[in-house]
Antibody, heavy 118, light 110 residues
Framework: EVQLVESGGGLVQPGGSLRLSCAASGITFSSHWMSWVRQAPGKGLEWVANIKQDGSEKYYVDSVKGRFTISRDNAKNSLYLQMNSLRAEDTAVYYC???????????WGQGTLVTVSS | QSALTQPASVSGSPGQSITISCTGTSSDVGTYNLVSWYQQHPGKAPKLMIY???KRPSGVSNRFSGSKSGNTASLTISGLQAEDEADYYC??????????FGGGTKLTVL
């Protein structure tokens, strides 16, 4: 059974930083692209970032470029999202998902809530 | 990277069929056969229902089908059941290694 478990969410002040983690099991983690997708409270889904199997390619939505960094540790079956210079509009549930290049997200975690507020 | 356009809500009675549209542009839906659809129940993670316009993952009911014409993709659910009541999101590759979701459609089973 595929399991993706996010952690690291919480309350942070504007301008602050947070690092999200996603622990994967039930899949050969190193064989798959991975993604972060977020959902603001009461709003729709928004793709945030993708990372290739070996970490050599990373792609971001324009609104987080230069502030967020996606990374992975295949030895630990883990995906990360380092979020810096956080803004109120970054408040959302952040989902980790397996990405099947070039087109879709087939497994999702339960999400972790990030709240940016003073 | 503008969001794809979906109706805010649709409704239908048990046993009926409904269709949810997803309108993009010639830069995303119109060019790439990389449209996917996700079902999300309240408080739950999204679930993949359709990928590459019309393909169904293993385990997804054949009551769910997808299609595309021009810049608009569609999700059709036939034989509506109470358990289908959920939010539905479309997603498309938008070129230049970016992906875009629709705003979501709330399906109500009357």
């Amino acid at each position: 059974e595929v399991q993706l478990v996010e952690s690291g969410g919480g309350l942070v002040q504007p301008g602050g930083s947070l690092r999200l983690s996603c622990a994967a099991s039930g899949i050969t983690f190193s064989s798959h692209w991975m993604s972060w997708v977020r959902q603001a409270p009461g709003k729709g889904l928004e793709w945030v970032a993708n990372i290739k199997q070996d970490g050599s390619e990373k792609y971001y939505v324009d609104s987080v470029k230069g502030r967020f960094t996606i990374s992975r540790d295949n030895a630990k079956n883990s995906l990360y999202l380092q979020m810096n210079s956080l803004r109120a509009e970054d408040t959302a549930v952040y989902y980790c998902a397996r990405f099947v290049a070039p087109g879709y997200f087939d497994y999702w975690g339960q999400g972790t809530l990030v709240t940016v507020s003073s | 990277q503008s969001a794809l356009t979906q109706p805010a809500s649709v409704s239908g009675s048990p046993g009926q069929s409904i269709t949810i549209s997803c309108t993009g542009t010639s830069s995303d839906v119109g060019t790439y056969n990389l449209v996917s659809w996700y079902q999300q129940h309240p408080g739950k993670a999204p679930k993949l229902m359709i990928y590459e316009v019309s393909k169904r993952p293993s385990g997804v009911s054949n009551r769910f089908s997808g299609s595309k014409s021009g810049n608009t993709a569609s999700l059709t659910i036939s034989g509506l059941q109470a358990e289908d009541e959920a939010d539905y999101y479309c997603c498309s590759y938008a070129g230049r290694t970016t992906w875009v979701f629709g705003g979501g459609t709330k399906l109500t089973v009357l």
